[in-house]
Nanobody, 115 residues
Framework: VQLVESGGGLVQPGGSLRLSCAAS????????MSWVRQAPGKGLEWVST??????YYRNSVKGRFTISRDNAKNTLYLQMNSLNPEDTAVYYC???????????WGKGTLVTVSS
């Protein structure tokens, strides 16, 4: 299993970024996938999960972030709009196993929201 995130960078408050996670080594279309973030000096924080078409978000990103997937490309996305400094973190994509646990993780991509 390999998960490779990309798309992070420096963005001003109010800006947007789209993260991607390229997946390989498993049946992507059959797997639930999640985004998790870790802000500097803080613990891991779940952001969003997508099952087949059902999506879930933590309250602080609802209405601003959109998780999606392209099963033909084995790629997971996170569209992030109206970013604020509190969104600054390393963002990881993770595969969920049949029991719902996150069993594989990427190495992460850094998102910095700053003026």
């Amino acid at each position: 299993v390999q998960l490779v995130e990309s798309g992070g960078g420096l963005v001003q408050p109010g800006g947007s970024l789209r993260l991607s996670c390229a997946a390989s080594g498993f049946t992507f279309s059959r797997s639930a996938m999640s985004w998790v973030r870790q802000a500097p000096g803080k613990g891991l924080e779940w952001v969003s999960t997508i099952y087949d078409t059902d999506t879930y978000y933590r309250n602080s990103v609802k209405g601003r972030f959109t998780i999606s997937r392209d099963n033909a490309k084995n790629t997971l996305y996170l569209q992030m709009n109206s970013l604020n400094p509190e969104d600054t973190a390393v963002y990881y994509c993770a595969k969920r196993d049949s029991g719902g646990d996150m069993d594989y993780w990427g190495k992460g991509t850094l998102v910095t929201v700053s003026s």
